[in-house]
């Protein structure tokens, strides 16, 4: 009994200030829910002890409560300041604040008494004291409560958590799409073929023939299709980066079976493993050596787009960004013809900021280097190397200058020159199973007119070397030229926070010149040269329902496909919905 006295004998007067102080507070803010301004939440995160009431400028000896207060800070050392020296007597606070408060002075007093007497109390610093443990009786309950669930959570997440150093995130795609116009795509060779008929039922019959068993017509059903990552981050450093990607897509692509061409591809489908069989997709490491320089080593699924910057921001992601394959940046960026859950891609690539402004990247990928077969390997087959020169003289700008050199062996599916969204004498010059190799020069650029409204674009120019003979028709050395340009623009924010409107136009990989075929040429011999240009025509939007999930409409026009004017327009309509958790 003589304990429990003793004890409101002594805080009994810290309650009395503390109840003058609350008199002040609430007198000084007449209008119920008032809240605390930015600037004031932001200040109370750093307010400092204070020794002396005189240190608190904003009170005065006039004050009505410069007493309570002067005993609070002197005496029992429970009251703090702001860190311009003020107290602000007059700002309204909040009963969590208020109940908060008290706590830290009654923690303060029990450290007092344990070495100290309370001095005589009288009985109207019991009744007071009494009122405020009653007043404030299920603040206090309610602050201590939190704390325990909080500490009980967190003791949850310690003894359940998946890794000390691993995250997991997932990316889910899913598409309902389809294609629609007049027939399938046809190349220029054999449109000359076609075209050297007589017109009617001999012309009829030659276009017949090169449509073969398939048809002439489009594959135009609908689809409805998935693309699923599952992303294991995992960091030892804090500064470096260990990355395994478990992937399954049963997207088909919308290519030469469903159009005749690889000008209508999504920029997330797929051309082989569409079981939706799960697999190791890509896997990386990148950690830095120094304040300037990163390197990153890919074990397989290497990508030269996913390590270096693309200079196509915002519509670059193939989950958020352009539905197009072609839509999403330079061809430049897939010289080495390798991506994610192909079993391809083993290399290295380093980042260099040489300077705030200027950033250096470079890269090697192997498309087999995982396979020890002659002709593969990391240095005996088909890769390819990439080097880039990035300028950004501010945040608006950004310039940067490429050169890439593949070698593709001739094996089944290895030469792709334009990364299999040109036509199909861009992707392989002299034929599928001639070795290749190629040049590429790309010149990418984007600016910020506002944070609303970003263009971009490319110009890209490959040149393509035949490394073998192959009958009359094809010799060794060999050149062929390549040209594509895009123009894209990009409305961040569009309609309301975090939708992206995007409008894409541009030319395809084109062969302007080749080499190949034979010494005398008539006019129905193959060139594997483009006669005319295609245009790409993109729009789409997306709709960001929350910061998990977004819808995006997308029509995708080709005109001209295959660069022949001969072929029907072909239409790809998609709606892509994006959860990303």
Same mark, same amino acid.
């Given at each position: 009994?003589?304990?429990i006295?003793c004890?409101?004998?002594?805080?009994? $007067? #810290?309650?009395?200030? #503390?109840?003058?102080?609350?008199?002040?507070?609430?007198?000084?803010?007449?209008?119920?829910?008032?809240?605390?301004?930015?600037?004031?939440?932001?200040?109370?995160s750093?307010?400092?002890q204070?020794t002396? #009431?005189?240190?608190?400028?904003d009170?005065q000896?006039?004050? %009505?409560?410069?007493?309570?207060?002067?005993?609070?800070?002197?005496?029992?050392?429970c009251?703090a300041?702001?860190?311009?020296?003020?107290?602000? +007597?007059n700002?309204?606070?909040?009963?969590?604040?208020?109940?908060?408060?008290?706590?830290?002075?009654?923690?303060?007093?029990?450290?007092?008494?344990?070495?100290?007497?309370?001095?005589?109390v009288?009985?109207?610093d019991?009744?007071?004291?009494?009122?405020?443990?009653?007043?404030?009786?299920?603040?206090?309950?309610?602050?201590?409560?939190?704390?325990? @669930?909080?500490?009980?959570?967190?003791a949850?997440?310690?003894?359940?958590?998946?890794?000390?150093?691993?995250?997991?995130?997932?990316? !889910?795609?899913?598409?309902?799409?389809?294609?629609?116009?007049?027939?399938?795509a046809?190349?220029?060779?054999? %449109?000359?073929?076609?075209?050297?008929?007589?017109?009617?039922?001999?012309?009829?019959?030659?276009?017949?023939?090169?449509?073969?068993?398939? /048809?002439?017509?489009?594959?135009?059903?609908?689809?409805?299709?998935?693309?699923?990552?599952?992303?294991?981050v995992?960091?030892f450093?804090?500064?470096?980066?260990? =990355?395994?990607?478990?992937?399954?897509n049963?997207?088909?692509?919308?290519?030469? $079976? #469903?159009?005749?061409?690889?000008?209508?591809?999504?920029?997330?489908?797929?051309?082989?493993?569409?079981?939706?069989?799960?697999?190791?997709?890509?896997?990386?490491?990148?950690?830095?050596v120094?304040?300037?320089?990163?390197i990153?080593?890919?074990?397989?699924?290497?990508?030269?787009?996913d390590?270096?910057?693309?200079?196509?921001?915002?519509?670059?992601?193939? $989950?958020? @960004?352009?539905?197009?394959?072609?839509g999403? =940046?330079?061809?430049?960026?897939?010289a080495?013809?390798?991506?994610?859950?192909?079993?391809?891609?083993? /290399?290295?690539?380093?980042? =260099?900021?040489?300077?705030?402004?200027?950033?250096?990247?470079a890269?090697?990928?192997?498309?087999? /280097?995982?396979?020890?077969?002659?002709g593969?390997?990391?240095?005996?087959g088909?890769?390819?190397?990439l080097?880039?020169?990035?300028?950004?003289?501010?945040?608006?700008?950004?310039?940067?200058?490429s050169?890439?050199?593949?070698?593709?062996?001739?094996?089944a599916?290895d030469?792709t020159?334009?990364g299999?969204? +040109?036509?199909?004498?861009?992707?392989? $010059?002299?034929?599928?199973?001639?070795?290749?190799?190629?040049?590429?020069? @790309?010149?990418?650029?984007?600016?910020?007119?506002?944070?609303q409204f970003?263009?971009?674009?490319?110009?890209?120019?490959?040149?393509?070397?035949?490394?073998?003979?192959?009958?009359?028709?094809?010799?060794?050395?060999?050149?062929?030229?390549?040209?594509? %340009?895009? !123009?894209?623009?990009?409305?961040?924010?569009?309609?309301?926070? /975090?939708?992206?409107? +995007?409008l894409?136009f541009?030319?395809p990989p084109?062969?302007?010149?080749?080499?190949?075929?034979?010494?005398?040429?008539?006019?129905?011999?193959?060139?594997?040269?483009?006669?005319?240009?295609?245009?790409?025509?993109?729009?789409?939007?997306?709709?960001?329902?929350?910061?998990?999930?977004?819808?995006?409409?997308?029509?995708?026009?080709i005109f001209?496909?295959?660069?022949?004017?001969?072929?029907?327009?072909?239409?790809?309509?998609?709606?892509?919905?994006?959860?990303?958790?």
């Amino acid at each position: 009994m003589f304990n429990i006295v003793c004890k409101s004998l002594f805080i009994a $007067p #810290v309650l009395l200030g #503390v109840n003058v102080l609350m008199a002040q507070v609430v007198s000084a803010s007449p209008v119920a829910g008032d809240v605390e301004t930015q600037q004031e939440a932001d200040d109370n995160s750093s307010i400092t002890q204070v020794t002396s #009431v005189s240190q608190l400028s904003d009170v005065q000896p006039t004050d %009505w409560a410069f007493q309570a207060l002067q005993s609070l800070v002197e005496r029992y050392g429970c009251i703090a300041g702001y860190p311009d020296s003020s107290f602000r +007597g007059n700002r309204a606070i909040t009963r969590y604040e208020f109940a908060a408060g008290l706590n830290a002075c009654l923690n303060r007093i029990n450290e007092l008494i344990g070495t100290s007497t309370a001095d005589l109390v009288t009985k109207e610093d019991l009744a007071t004291l009494q009122r405020l443990q009653e007043e404030f009786a299920e603040g206090l309950a309610e602050l201590r409560g939190r704390v325990d @669930g909080l500490e009980g959570r967190t003791a949850i997440l310690e003894s359940q958590q998946f890794s000390t150093t691993t995250k997991l995130n997932a990316e !889910v795609i899913l598409t309902v799409g389809s294609v629609f116009g007049g027939d399938r795509a046809l190349n220029s060779d054999q %449109w000359r073929t076609i075209n050297a008929q007589p017109a009617g039922t001999a012309r009829e019959n030659a276009k017949n023939s090169a449509y073969g068993a398939a /048809g002439r017509n489009l594959q135009d059903n609908a689809i409805l299709s998935d693309r699923v990552r599952l992303n294991l981050v995992s960091s030892f450093t804090g500064k470096d980066r260990l =990355f395994a990607r478990l992937e399954a897509n049963n997207t088909t692509a919308f290519n030469a $079976p #469903v159009t005749g061409t690889n000008m209508s591809r999504l920029g997330w489908d797929a051309t082989n493993n569409l079981d939706n069989s799960v697999q190791l997709g890509k896997l990386f490491y990148r950690f830095p050596v120094g304040d300037k320089l990163n390197i990153i080593i890919d074990a397989i699924g290497g990508e030269f787009y996913d390590n270096f910057n693309t200079i196509n921001p915002l519509l670059a992601s193939a $989950p958020t @960004g352009a539905v197009s394959r072609f839509g999403r =940046f330079s061809p430049i960026y897939r010289a080495s013809n390798t991506g994610s859950a192909s079993n391809t891609g083993s /290399g290295i690539s380093a980042i =260099f900021q040489l300077s705030n402004a200027v950033t250096f990247s470079a890269g090697y990928l192997a498309r087999r /280097g995982s396979e020890p077969t002659p002709g593969r390997g990391l240095f005996d087959g088909s890769y390819g190397a990439l080097a880039q020169l990035e300028f950004q003289p501010n945040t608006n700008l950004t310039l940067g200058l490429s050169y890439a050199h593949s070698y593709f062996s001739g094996e089944a599916g290895d030469v792709t020159v334009s990364g299999a969204y +040109g036509s199909a004498f861009a992707n392989t $010059p002299f034929g599928s199973a001639v070795s290749t190799s190629a040049n590429y020069y @790309g010149l990418q650029t984007s600016y910020r007119f506002n944070p609303q409204f970003i263009v971009s674009g490319w110009v890209g120019y490959t040149q393509a070397i035949a490394e073998a003979s192959s009958g009359t028709t094809v010799n060794r050395g060999d050149q062929a030229d390549i040209w594509n %340009w895009a !123009v894209t623009l990009a409305f961040p924010d569009l309609g309301k926070k /975090g939708n992206l409107g +995007g409008l894409i136009f541009g030319q395809p990989p084109r062969v302007t010149s080749n080499d190949f075929g034979p010494a005398n040429l008539t006019a129905t011999s193959a060139r594997r040269e483009d006669t005319d240009t295609s245009f790409h025509v993109e729009a789409l939007y997306r709709y960001q329902l929350n910061n998990n999930i977004s819808i995006t409409p997308g029509l995708i026009v080709i005109f001209n496909p295959e660069n022949n004017s001969n072929n029907d327009t072909i239409y790809t309509g998609v709606v892509r919905t994006t959860f990303r958790f």
